[in-house]
């Protein structure tokens, strides 16, 4: 193990929160994992493998304190009982069992709890609707009797986390997704007694149940405030240097530890299209200077150099993150041993969050072993076991022949990975060409880094395989791994039949990230997008951006539909219409060629000189059927070329064939079962 380089050292000093001491600087946000009360097994595995990673601090995710906080679908934690208390130990167990702390974000979702499965009445300071436009109830005043009793509430959740054993315990006003921001808000609280109206009476909630909260820890346990200090982009919403700023001002000493974030969701987890690395610094950085109580905050941050920057600079004393610490829950490890490179950084893509909108457990594009570490066993720096060593011929160097080479080799099998292209990468080498995709690479430049320091594989560049170049070579199994091709004859997610295609000059993805915007005079560029995620926005914005006039059609009746779950659709659709895009929603493309409103029936005289398809892409599987013909048992098909989709699949069937092959065909996956109960 190398030593800890002089310029990071910063990182690993111990910092005191309260009571308790965290061992280093590195922090491991609360964020939703899709592991919630009733799947615990996967969640304190995958907590677990953030303290075994060098985290210092292990959060848990929004914990419901009670039943009239009922987030469900969405998969939270619960401690609604004492019934809940030997799940939480063991999960405080696992954590401090590598020596780091354990904190619990417990929170009452208010005004944008669902209550679906309790069916209790959604209670906030206001008779109003609840903030969730698609959910058509109000939520019910709360009178001074149910004040009191939430406040009751609280304080037996705190504990219930005491007895459990945690370290660090939360008083939750973030996101706007707890019962508190719905208090400090002028939106929501319309209230008229000592909780409403004035800046003090509105603040009255927060501050009485941080002091609730520190009564229960008795300076046992440090208590810590989430706090969204800024709501960018909302109307009326929290700003940094207005109401944001008084709360911390107003409650500075109160709280053993600030953690500080902006506000909504898509604000505080901006995907990399649409932000920089520490893009919450210029609305976070001023709480520091209001506290002499430690602060940690988040950014997306995985360069060693900003974090150290940051606690220089007196900007943070907690290094925050989330999604950097799913991507790599190594990571703080990787800078401990001086293994920079090695950092598995996260590109900024949000399907892990995405993943919540869907309630289930949390995927990452650049860390396929995540919610796989308790129900498959899987690690993600230790090599896989392997029953006995092979060689291996990869075709095709994407993130999924990639990942697979990774696996394999690190498992001490013996690889050999061809690509016909002159780099490595396939889909996210050309994606990262396109405007905010650049993070993209990372996929790829992990990957290819692990290669090159790895003395059992080969890695040909410049190399395309035909059946009898792959048949000819000496590998005791095959894996394809030759992605797919953008379509251009009108199949797509709406449409299965293909069509005319009776524009002149039809383009496709592919064809635009081999340059073809490049030598075209500025010209009309429509882009019809029937695939629904982020390409076709991001085609019209290079194609905008390099002088054409574009015009976006999709047939669905939502801009990029799919972008909502990644948090981006808003932003892309601002985007667009800041480079002057028409976007027509409801437009298909027809049998005969031809683009028609579909609500008018209207058909769309197209003036533009090249049309860029959007649609679905063709598996690039040409040589599979004869090659599992002649090599049965020993060829496998991984990632897009399987079935293509996003990159995130891919690399997770790049390292599940892995896995299979490591494995002889006989992967084990666990299942979180439901014991029942007899009385
Ligand atoms: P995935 O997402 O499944 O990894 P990609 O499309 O990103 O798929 O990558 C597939 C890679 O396979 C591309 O880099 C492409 O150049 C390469 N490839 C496809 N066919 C061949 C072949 N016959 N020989 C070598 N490389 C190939
Ligand atoms: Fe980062 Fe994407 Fe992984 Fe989320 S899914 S942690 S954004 S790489």
């Given amino acids: 193990m190398t030593e800890t380089d002089d310029r990071y050292s910063i990182l690993f000093e111990p910092v005191k929160i309260g009571p308790v001491t965290a061992p280093n600087r590195f922090y491991a946000a609360p964020h939703a994992t899709g592991h919630g009360w009733n799947q615990p097994h996967g969640a304190i595995a995958l907590r677990a493998m953030k303290a075994e990673g060098g985290w210092g601090t292990v959060a848990v995710q929004m914990t419901e304190i009670a039943p009239d906080s009922d987030m469900a679908n969405h998969p939270m934690e619960r401690i609604w009982d004492d019934s809940d208390i030997p799940r939480h130990a063991a999960q405080v167990e696992a954590i401090k069992k590598h020596g780091s702390l354990a904190a619990i974000e417990i929170a009452h979702g208010g005004m944008r709890a669902r209550n679906f499965t309790t069916g209790r009445p959604i209670i906030g300071p206001s008779s109003l609707p609840v903030l969730r436009p698609e959910v058509p109830v109000q939520a019910r005043a709360m009178s001074a009797t149910d004040i009191k009793s939430f406040r009751e509430s609280h304080k037996a959740a705190v504990r219930r986390a005491k007895k459990a054993g945690y370290d660090i315990i939360y008083v939750y006003a973030a996101h706007d997704i707890s019962i508190l921001n719905n208090f400090l808000s002028l939106k929501t609280n319309q209230r008229t007694d000592a909780y409403g109206g004035s800046f003090e009476n509105r603040l009255r909630l927060i501050r009485e149940v941080l002091e609730d909260t520190l009564e229960v820890a008795a300076g046992h346990q440090a208590v810590a405030i989430r706090f969204s200090v800024a709501e960018p982009g909302r109307p009326g919403g929290l700003t940094h240097d207005g109401e944001g700023r008084d709360v911390v001002e107003a409650l500075a000493e109160l709280p053993d530890l600030w953690d500080v974030n902006i506000s909504g969701w898509s604000q505080d987890s901006a995907t990399a299209r649409f932000s920089e690395e520490g893009y919450q610094q210029p609305y976070t950085e001023f709480v520091k200077s209001l506290t002499s ?154 990957r290819v880094y692990q290669i090159s320091q790895s003395a059992n594989t080969d890695l040909y560049l410049d190399s395309a395989m035909n059946l009898s170049d792959i048949e000819a070579f000496d590998a005791d199994n095959i894996i394809l791994a030759t992605g797919a091709s953008w379509r251009a004859d009108g199949v797509g997610s709406l449409q299965f039949d293909t069509q005319q295609m009776t524009h002149p000059h039809v383009m496709t993805p592919d064809d635009i990230m081999d340059g073809a915007l490049n030598d075209m005079p500025p010209s009309r560029i429509t882009v019809y997008d029937d695939d629904h995620f982020y390409i076709a926005s991001c085609i019209a914005e290079a194609a905008a951006m390099a002088g054409h006039q574009v015009t976006y059609l999709t047939p669905l009746p939502t801009i990029a539909t799919w972008t909502d779950f990644t948090l981006d659709q808003e932003r892309i659709i601002a985007r667009l219409a800041s480079l002057s895009v028409p976007m027509l929603p409801n ?93």
């Fill in 293 to 446: 109580k430690p602060v940690v905050g988040v950014g997306r941050f995985t360069s060693p150099d900003k974090m150290v920057s940051l606690i220089k600079k007196g900007h943070l004393d907690l290094i925050g993150a989330a999604r950097p610490s799913i991507a790599d829950p190594f990571l703080p490890n990787k800078i401990k041993e001086n293994r920079i490179e090695e950092i598995r950084e996260c590109i900024g893509c949000n399907i892990c969050v995405s993943m919540d909108a869907y309630g289930v457990p949390v995927r990452c594009t650049q860390n396929p072993t995540i919610s796989e570490e308790w129900r498959s066993g899987w690690h993600p720096e230790a090599p896989a076991l392997s029953k006995k060593l092979q060689s291996h011929l990869i075709v095709g160097a994407g993130p999924a022949g990639l990942e697979c080479a990774v696996t394999l080799a690190r498992a001490g099998h013996q690889v050999t990975i061809a690509d016909a292209a002159k780099e490595a990468g396939g889909r996210v080498t050309r994606e990262a060409r396109l405007p905010g995709l650049a993070s993209f690479a990372r996929v790829r430049d992990y």
């Fill in 587 to 679: 437009v298909s493309l027809t049998t005969d060629g031809s683009f028609r409103h579909s609500l008018s029936g209207e058909t769309l005289e197209l003036d533009s000189a090249a049309l860029v398809f959007v649609g679905a892409r063709k598996p690039n599987d040409d040589m599979a059927e004869a090659l599992h013909e002649k090599r049965a048992g020993c060829v496998y098909s991984a990632g897009d070329c399987l079935a293509p989709g996003i990159i995130q699949a891919a690399v997770l069937s790049g390292h599940s064939i892995a896995q299979q092959i490591l494995n002889e065909n006989n992967p084990h996956h666990k299942r979180e079962q439901i014991l029942l109960q007899t009385s």
